[in-house]
């Protein structure tokens, strides 16, 4: 049910959103056009509750004035001047020096100096070059502080100290005309009526009403526009939510679609502008109907969508794109100059198709050309058409460079292959002026130089380990008579203290002898000389013995081993005698370097498809961080001079190497852990077909 619902407010985010702005943006726009046609003060006028309180009244009634006074004055003598007021919704009378020159009363001659008409409750009186004015009974201060100030709400009437008769009428020469004895009483409608075109009055009533509804229709959308883009803003999560999912909708169609579908839009983007171009400044529809604006705008914002949420797979997502991957399946197959000679023909393809069509449009500019006499078009016509025969010429180069770079890439790719496999010897044959002659004669510079470094490190290791073989062997004699002599002096009758020096002396002596096997043992690992013994082996089992084999000096410290192997065989492929000596290692380390009273963990586990044993210990000393414990004579605390040579995990790492696996130690704080990994051993056949015994 919650899922129901956040579906339906994401929905009606997405919908009060787009809804929302288009009301907006359409809405603000008319009401920008609506105060510059109308002007904000007719605006504010439409909401004055009596239409005699508006500017535009005031306009209408300065015109009205502005007429009698001109027919008392005959200004306009066949009388046109009047045809201004007949609107039958005013009453007046004109008066010149005591002579009624014309009226349009009830009949009462002078009621209006009375304000006597029934229905009229506006009253305006000329005397004397001066206006009065009554409203609802009450005179009106018309005049102010006498200044009259154009644009500002003031009545446009004569009187102002700086607005006389003759400038209200906008006469040319007013000393030649005299309104000293014009009377004009002037009486308005109440609520005037609409007499047809003679309907002034009710003109300005019905604007305001006019006025007023163009308001009521530009603001409530306007309103509801921002309401409901209010709402969807409160509801951005759910908005978010929405315009992810119609990002996912679009973003399933290809690029080409999309690019097809923006044509149309950029059309009718440009025909909401020119509708609001023409609308702004003719007052009139021109260039395309209003409605495009809001279907513009939705797709507008589905491209902006989608650019946000498909930014990174628009390219991916296209046909061409497709159509490239399926090209390039099983690519990675092909040799390295068919793809180069691939790519070029697409290339040179695309580039021929491409010349194809300037050619056409070419050949049609030319005819154009030739058939209108234009020397111009024609010009231009031959300057493509040599344009083009230099392009076709550049392409045959092109094609003859690339599959000449081809053919040499693949020479090239060959020799490199040929080293990666060993082969020191092996040259590409390349022309010299070729562009990867050069590149060529590097790689053969450092093959000659991997093949020496190879000789060097060869006779290097072998001399190496032919050293320590006769160092060994020549300081096993010495140790020999060193032994011989310890044990004739063992046997004989001598005091204690010379006995202890005798004792010392064998310990020391069998520490030493056990070092240079250990020394020889190594370097032949290291050097890839130690021959080895393969075969099927249960790890487990092989734990088990060593193990048991140590169960004396086990017994003799105070660890507590914990063991956790598994029941059941875990085979591996490897020499079990250097295995073996791995695992002695690893627990000979153990017993002498670990915490009194601490336990020792004994694990093995199948992990992938390889066999993990780790043995985990808590030191007695603090190990020092970043030491490479496999090195060569390392040990955890450098100033200790008694116990281990520092040879116990190089023999370790080196055996388990050579072997076919993988060591390693990890130090976490005071918690030592080795790790030794191998892969299983699936059989029957061993890994190295037809051999039982080789050396590494």
Not at 246 to 259: F, N, S, Y
Not at 614 to 626: A, D, H, K, T
């Amino acid at each position: 049910m919650d899922t129901k619902w956040t579906r339906k407010k994401a929905v009606i985010s997405l919908l009060a959103f787009v809804v929302g702005i288009n009301l907006t943006v359409i809405f603000s726009g008319l009401a920008v056009l609506l105060m510059i046609d109308v002007g904000p003060r007719r605006v504010m006028d439409a909401f004055q509750g009596d239409y005699q309180k508006t500017r535009l009244f005031r306009t209408q009634t300065g015109c009205y004035l502005e007429a009698l006074i001109s027919y008392a004055l005959e200004v306009d003598g066949d009388g046109r001047a009047a045809e201004a007021v007949r609107d039958e919704n005013i009453r007046y009378e004109i008066w010149n020096k005591g002579v009624l020159v014309a009226s349009k009363t009830s009949g009462i001659q002078g009621s209006l100096e009375n304000r006597e008409q029934d229905g009229y409750n506006f009253y305006l009186q000329y005397r004397d070059g001066a206006v009065q004015i009554w409203k609802d009974g009450a005179e009106l201060d018309l005049y102010g502080d006498g200044f009259y100030r154009e644009g500002w709400d003031q009545w446009r009437l004569p009187g102002y100290s700086n607005l006389d008769t003759g400038s209200f009428l906008r006469l040319a020469y007013p000393e030649e005309w005299d309104w000293s004895g014009i009377v004009i009483q002037m009486a308005v409608a109440e609520k005037p009526l609409d007499y047809g075109d003679s309907s002034g009055m009710y003109y300005v009533s019905d604007s305001m009403v006019h006025y007023r509804r163009e308001v009521y229709a530009v603001a409530i959308p306007l309103l509801l526009g921002l309401a409901l883009t209010i709402w969807s803003i409160l509801w951005r999560r759910h908005l978010r939510q929405a315009l992810q999912t119609v990002g996912g909708w679009t973003g399933q169609l290809w690029l080409e679609i999309k690019l097809l579908l923006l044509a149309p839009l950029l059309l009718m983007c440009y025909g909401a502008v020119s509708a609001i171009y023409y609308l702004f400044w003719y007052r009139q529809l021109r260039g395309g109907p209003l409605v495009l604006l809001p279907i513009a705008f939705c797709g507008a914002l589905l491209y902006c969508n989608d650019a946000k949420w498909n930014w990174d797979r628009l390219r991916i997502h296209s046909f061409c794109g497709w159509l490239a991957r399926q090209f390039r399946t099983g690519e990675d197959k092909l040799a390295l100059q068919t793809r180069i000679r691939r790519r070029a023909v697409i290339m040179v393809t695309a580039a021929a198709v491409l010349a194809a069509g300037v050619a056409v449009c070419d050949i049609l500019l030319f005819r154009q050309s030739w058939r209108h006499r234009s020397i111009a078009g024609v010009a231009v016509s031959l300057l493509m058409g040599v344009l083009g025969l230099a392009i076709f010429v550049w392409l045959r180069y092109f094609w003859r460079r690339e599959k000449e770079l081809s053919e040499d890439l693949g020479r090239l790719w060959k020799q490199v292959e040929a080293v990666r496999s060993g082969d020191y010897s092996a040259k590409a044959e390349i022309p010299e002026d070729g562009d990867l002659a050069v590149l060529s004669q590097a790689l053969r510079e450092i093959q000659s130089g991997l093949e020496n470094a190879l000789e060097e490190r060869t006779r290097s290791e072998r001399m190496k380990v032919e050293l320590i073989t006769n160092v060994s062997h020549d300081l096993k004699t010495p140790l020999t008579s060193i032994l011989s002599y310890a044990d004739l002096l063992d046997g004989e009758d001598l005091p204690d203290h010379v006995r202890d020096y005798v004792t010392i002396l064998r310990q020391k002596a069998f520490q030493l002898r056990d070092m240079v096997q250990e020394v020889f043992e190594v370097s032949k690992a290291s050097s890839g000389e130690l021959s080895l013994r393969w075969e099927a082996l249960d790890l487990a089992k092989l734990l088990r013995q060593t193990l048991a084999d140590l169960a004396e000096p086990i017994a003799a410290s105070t660890l507590v081993f914990r063991p956790q192997l598994p029941e059941e065989p875990v085979m591996v492929w490897a020499d079990g005698d250097r295995l073996y000596r791995v695992f002695q290692n690893l627990i000979q380390n153990t017993l002498q370097y670990a915490m009194e009273g601490s336990r020792v963990y004994v694990v093995l586990r199948v992990q992938d498809n390889s066999a993990v044993v780790r043995v985990q210990n808590i030191s007695r000393e603090e190990l020092p961080q970043g030491v490479d414990f496999t090195a060569r004579f390392v040990r955890g605390d450098a100033s200790r001079t008694d116990g281990g040579s520092g040879l116990g995990l190089a023999i370790a790492s080196s055996f388990t190497r050579a072997c076919g696996g993988a060591f390693q130690v990890e130090i976490n704080g005071d918690l030592f852990t080795a790790e030794v990994v191998f892969p299983l051993y699936v059989g029957p056949e061993p890994p190295v077909a037809g051999m039982s015994e080789k050396t590494v």
